[in-house]
């Protein structure tokens, strides 16, 4: 477990060397306004219209189904 000293000196050296750092979801702070990717909407929606296509295209393959196959 690390100190609160340890905890700060990390801290300091993070905010010292800034740009050479790279974490989850962290940019320099000219980028911080440019969207991730997985930020935009456009992923949802796709995902959205194929799932209803599917679901429109199993229901027709259940109506057009012949009854008598097992």
Known sequence: ???INEQ???ERLARKHERHLTFLRHSP???RWIPF???SQIPE???ALLGTVIF???IAALATM?????
Do not use: K, S
Request: glycine share 0%.
């Open 56 to 58: 429109f295209a199993l």
């Open 29 to 31: 702070r000219e980028q």
């Open 37 to 39: 990717v997985e930020d």
């Open 45 to 47: 929606i796709l995902e």
């Open 1 to 3: 477990m690390q100190t």
């Open 8 to 10: 700060l000196a990390l």
């Open 66 to 70: 012949p009854w008598w196959l097992p």
